[in-house]
Nanobody, 125 residues
Framework: QVQLAESGGGLVSTGGSLRLSCSASGRTFDNDYMGWFRQAPGKEREFVAA?????????YTHHADSVKGRFTLSRDNAKMSLQMNSLKPEDTAVYYC?????????????????WGQGTQVTVST
């Protein structure tokens, strides 16, 4: 059984940093996508970043335009982290780790098969 375990959320002031981690068990997800999504109250779940391994050590990584230059996804096989810098109040959301695509659309939440329980990130003004 696949399980995704997230950690690292919390409360931070505007401009601060947090690092989220996700660890998958039950499957390696080699040559498959793992990603981060977030959902703010009253909003749909939105894509943050995703990465897929190609070959032995190369990862292709994608970041949403809203977080480019501030967030960095890193991945090592079934472990993934999201370094979040220069946080803004609009980054406040529950952040979810996702893994394994049904199809090929890595930025669509419904395409992911496995999900973590979510971790709250709150950025205060």
């Amino acid at each position: 059984q696949v399980q995704l375990a997230e950690s690292g959320g919390g409360l931070v002031s505007t401009g601060g940093s947090l690092r989220l981690s996700c660890s998958a068990s039950g499957r390696t997800f080699d040559n498959d996508y793992m990603g981060w999504f977030r959902q703010a109250p009253g909003k749909e779940r939105e894509f943050v970043a995703a990465a897929r391994k190609y070959g032995e050590k190369t990862y292709y990584t994608h970041h949403a335009d809203s977080v480019k230059g501030r967030f960095t996804l890193s991945r090592d096989n079934a472990k993934m982290s999201l370094q979040m810098n220069s946080l803004k109040p609009e980054d406040t959301a529950v952040y979810y780790c996702a893994a394994g695509l049904r199809g090929g659309t890595w930025y669509v939440a419904d395409e992911y098969i496995n999900w973590g329980q979510g971790t709250q990130v709150t950025v205060s003004t």
